[in-house]
């Protein structure tokens, strides 16, 4: 049984949405990849396809199929591209995919990569949706948070602070607040993620506290918050990252830093198969180097399912 020599074919035809758009990607005839994909049907003993005159659609099985295809066409890809490119320039397109809050840290990285690769493409995928890296084809996932088991490789980047900052017009007309209490008094502009405020958080002690603070302002959208801060509207609470070109600017201060406490952990997820791809390699190398803290760290063991890397 020769599942290979149709499975190319099929993939084209339910991409393309039709024998002759598959054909012309392929360059052969209409009639060829008819009969190949007719041959593999023939072999799984099930009809992947359901065709009429006009149109080509999956049946049940062509979907479950076809998201199996890809995915072993995702990772036979990435082997070519490993053993035959281990020492090559970093080409094709990197697809990495990261929430919303960290677009500002990851764009100086890679504009930097397009500068120094002419060959390379970057696609980023900026969502607070947890994509599914292999079907998907995404080679980078950035995650904040904890991880959850997966095959995936990990490398801890950094821990970012949660840190209060406000722009120097509004802490010169309203004061500087000394204590979490004191934002009582203030304007706080707070951060919605999933419907929900999120509170702020402080140490406390040894450990940390999450403190209810007013808000008349509520925003879904990280760049609208630090521009409306940055405008003088009120203060917020940020992850430091987000901030650090703004508070080296002076465009922003940092206010109640000693009750500044641990964010959420940032990790960059890679494909096990992917992880020693050139333009895999030399992106998780470069955010390492921008936003990373000990990134190039010795391996670790794994952790809930999850392998460090």
């Not at 012309?24 to 005159?53: I, N, Q, W």
């Not at 998780?284 to 190039?296: E, K, P, Q, S, V």
Request: aromatic share 4%; glycine share 8%.
């Amino acid at each position: 049984m020769d599942l290979f020599s149709g499975v190319i074919p099929f993939v084209h035809v339910a991409e393309a949405g039709g024998f002759r758009a598959a054909a012309a990607r392929l360059g052969v005839t209409a009639a060829a990849v008819s009969k190949s994909v007719a041959k593999l049907e023939a072999e799984l003993g099930v009809v992947l396809l359901e065709r009429t005159s006009r149109h080509v659609a999956l049946t049940p099985e062509g979907a479950v199929f076809l998201e199996r295809c890809r995915a072993a066409m995702s990772q036979l890809q990435a082997g070519r591209e490993q053993v035959a490119g281990a020492l090559r320039e970093p080409h094709g397109t990197l697809r990495v995919t990261l929430p919303p809050v960290l677009g500002r840290g990851v764009l100086p990285v890679v504009a930097r990569l397009s500068a120094r690769y002419p060959r390379l493409s970057i696609r980023l995928v900026v969502t607070n949706r947890l994509l599914r890296l292999v079907e998907e084809e995404i080679d980078v996932a950035l995650r904040l948070g904890p991880l959850e088991g997966s095959s995936l490789i990990a490398r801890a980047l950094r821990t970012p602070r949660w840190i209060t900052v406000a722009a120097p017009a509004y802490l010169a007309s309203r004061g500087a607040p000394t204590s979490p209490a004191d934002l009582a008094r203030h304007e706080c502009i707070k951060f919605v993620l999933r419907g929900k405020v999120v509170e702020w958080r402080f140490r406390a002690g040894d450990g940390a506290i999450d403190v209810a603070t007013p808000s008349r302002i509520v925003l879904d959208h990280s760049d609208l918050l630090i521009d409306a801060v940055v405008h003088a509207v009120g203060v917020a609470q940020v992850l430091d990252f987000m901030a650090a070109p703004l508070l080296e600017a002076g465009l922003l201060v940092e206010v109640l830093a000693p009750f500044a406490t641990d964010g959420p952990p940032l990790h960059a997820l890679t494909p096990a198969r992917r992880a020693s791809v050139p333009r895999v390699r030399v992106f998780l190398d470069a955010l390492g180097d921008a936003l990373g803290r000990g990134g190039r760290g010795p391996r670790s063991p794994p952790e809930n399912g999850v392998r460090k890397g």
